[in-house]
């Protein structure tokens, strides 16, 4: 019997998902392309956007309560819905970080360019990428990928730290921009939090397709 | 079809109570104190059924105690362990005895019994009317028996009761109900049955308690009152009946009442 | 030593075999739960554990059943004794056509456990008390046990079975029949017996198995499938026919 009620739902509930890491996705990249493209109109659009992205979180913890009251799922199941459930919060937060760098897009649209960006950008572009693997290993319930995408953060952690020592030599060298510094201090920050989230995602991933626990575990995170 | 139902259910009922109300109206004109305790008299001279009824319970009582424990052995092996060639036997002779019409029994005790002996006598009665009784009972045993859950004696055997104590406190008692039910059925046919008596207690115009006498009988004295072609004893044959049914009607109700359900 | 230890067990009814080369051992103190689809195998093989199915003309068994490390299919094997220690309740209450009082007491007096009468009441007394029913019924003793409901009716019949002190108790889809608050309070009681008895217990009930087993067993087709604590089975089984069944993919 392959059609059983509960496929159905939770079929239902990966596409809620994955439209929430779709959006999630987009407003990263659009929060990024407001700073770079110094486009103050995006940035308002991205924190507009952040509304949705919160309704649609409330939307799928309730289908996920649902679920599990109702289909009392099990097993693989059992797995696929709790993920599910730790997952979606994971991307709001993520989205808020979208937010927030679309906030310090508006401050520092208005100061005058500090440089070209190109660290940050490419952080930007990593922590996306992550993202989409993330997602997209979650979908095939590739273990293996997201292991990958662990290691990838060691990347955008090494990134972090080359922009930071840069930015505070910036401050230290021309006091006068040390506001805009500090903003984008924060924009770096953001951007590797998301890296940190998107490594837990992967950690859930494996938790559904292996239900190993290796949060916390650096020996079975390497393996 | 409830309405149906309901009223064959009347019609039934309906008979049953015109042929007792019959019985009771033309019988009741005779009774008296006298009819049930005086023996037999010539016509005219009164009489009445005195040793007929201490004859019947006598022969009745007999009976049953053969007739009601074997039965109820039988039936109850039957039940539990009677799945094989020799429980297949014994319960189609059962069946046929059933089947087989009474006066059939009253003639073979009286060419075993009476015939050997070369005299009557109210144990020859008795056992013409407990080959009649065994059958009857060992089959609703069974029935009774074969009802009783299948849960409630594994219940007692994951006890570690043993298979024949299982049978004798759960089974048994369970099926007591049924089982009374049976035998009284098997007592109600017995009271009635007249024909067995004649070849073999033969019938007597006294009162006596001896075993080794002929005896007389409630069934044989109403054939006798009934054949006779005066009218005073065609009124106290039906006297004679309207005791009878009674007694059967009796006999039911003590029986329920003891074997009623109390748990 | 583990409690019960079966080793390629085989059971046959005629030439039919139904249950195929069973192995599993059941520590004392234990919950062990059977599960799987009707007719896997997983009642006849409870059945097997007090020889119930002894019972049964055409029934044959090959391998070894070790209670306490001896072979319960030894001839030499006293059945009743067995029994007495491998306790059980059904699937549908089955109390004897007597009071309540009589019902526990029953098996006392059969095996002659009691020394006098008092001590006849107090075992029917504790019995009913371990089975959470005492306060219920102790006004009306001596009345029909049919009297009670069908919960309570459960409970006395798992009191009837602790009163011939068991040490294994074997419960054959004890609830199936219930409601649930009445379900709910035979599993209380049975993580309540767990601190004394061995329990192997059959169900349909896959959250009942996962709520009051420690260690789950699935049968399928006379097989055991797999057998792993209960935590394990529900939310990551080794074999994909025990996934598949937890999670209903099949009937």
Redesign the interface.
Known sequence: ??H?I?DQQLDLLRDKLLLLGGTTEAALERAMRSLTARDSDLAREVLEGDKIIDQMELDIDRFSVEILALQ????????FVISVAKITPILERIADHAGSIAEAALILNDEPELKKYIDLPLMAENAAEMLRTALDAFTSEDAAASRRVIEQDKVIDKCYHRVFDELITMMIDNPVTTASAAHLLFVAKHLERIGDYVKDICELNVYLTE?AFIKHSPRLEAA | MTTLTAACAFGVIAVLIFVLGYIAFQGISSLSWQFLVQTPKPVGEGGGIGNAIVGSLILLGLASCVGIPLGIIIGTYLAEMGDGWFGTIVRFVADTMIGIPSIVFGVFVYAVVVLQQGYFSTLAGALSLALIMIPIVTRTTEEMVRLVPKSMREGALALGAPQWRVTKDIVIPAAMTGIATGAMLAVARVLGETAPLLFTAFGSRFYNIYLDEPMASMTVQIYNYAISPFEEWHAKAWAATLVLVTLILFINIIVRFLTRRKY | MSKISVSDLNFFYGKAQALHDISIDIPEREVVAFIGPSGCGKSTFLRTLNRMNDTIPIARVEGKVMIDGKDVYEPNTDVASLRRKVGMVFQKSNPFPKSIFENVAYGIRINGIHKNRADLYERVEKALNDAALLGEVKDRMNTSAFGLSGGQQQRLCIARALAVQPEVILMDEPASALDPIATQKIEELIVELKKQYTIAIVTHNMQQAARVSDRTAFFMLGKLVEVNPTQKMFTNPDEKLTEDYITGRFG
């Open positions: 019997m392959e059983r509960i009392q799922p099990a097993a693989h199941d059992l797995r239900a």
